[in-house]
């Protein structure tokens, strides 16, 4: 069975991610599918806008496969993870400046690199069962695939509660906080799909389900405006409201690097809002993570021995300056492609 089902039906171009035993996670052999079908479909006239979905019931994308990423880690061999986050960050781009509409389908869970690929195209579908979220702090890696752009643009300090967190959106958050943009039923996913093949993308209007975080939006305005992370975690009081309740027990999971790293690059990230700063500020933090960050030690914790107990180096002063500095030479180059 292949990974990625490839094809042109009417006058759309198809990408279906097809991993549904891993949750449609993404190899690095899907992400240059994806690019090469994106890169063969854009001048072609026949093709008028491309979708992008996922099989089985339980995913669109889950993130990156990244089992490799942490035995090249244990190995001391950094290059395999920065080529990959290069090419990734690269499709990520195409996905978000491409010429043509691309509509995704973000059934079941959508988090990390299933980010990149589905909440920066042009038209956006969420159903019942959607549940988005950028938890990359929690294996000690900061939001990236553009995530950092998507939590910069999201209504007042939300992006920063959704990055330092981890927390999950349902349908009704995804669209408020400009992750997606229509609630459409799942029962009507196929019937929107066949119309799609016309060539011309007619959205059936729905009213999309509350949003908990708009509810919540003026509490966490007020806790996640401090300026360093230690702002935000003296912030709420002993006994706080049950939204900064529910913050604190999430980030207390977190890697104090990784969220201090992404607290910082959201910010920079808000005041030049392109995907282009963003993966480049994302990328410094990727680009060293392997031999500088927890992202080893939180893969092992989360995925490879499941014990949930991770150990976090102790956050010091100038850590997140030496994880967010401009990399010189090794600057990430959108137009480069990896051998």
Known sequence: MTDLLIRVTGHIG???????????????DMLRGI?????????DPAVA???????????????????????????????FSQAFWRDEYRLNAKVATYPKPIVTFLHGFTMGGGVGIGCHASHRIVGE???????ECGIGLIPDVGGSLLLAQAPGRLGEYLGLTGDRMDAGDAIFCGFADHFVPEADWPALKQNLTTGEIVVPTHAAPAARLADWQPLIDTHFSGDRLADILNGPPADPAPPLAHAKKLIARNSPLAMSAALEIIRRVR????????????YRFTHRAIEHSDFIEGIRAAIIDKDRAPKWRPLRGGDVLRMTLPLGPDTLDLTKEIA
């Open 49 to 79: 806008l491309v979708t992008i979905d996922g099989s089985g019931d339980r995913a669109f994308c889950s993130g990156g496969d990244i089992a490799e990423m942490y035995a090249s880690g244990l190995r001391g061999d950094p290059a």
């Open 14 to 28: 198809q990408i279906t991610l097809n991993r549904p035993d891993a949750l449609n996670a993404l190899t690095w």
């Open 129 to 135: 069962t959607s549940v988005v979220a950028m938890p």
């Open 271 to 282: 005041m030049r809002p392109t995907i282009q700063n963003a993966l480049e500020h994302e």
């Open 35 to 43: 690019e090469t079908a994106l890169d063969d479909w854009r001048d």
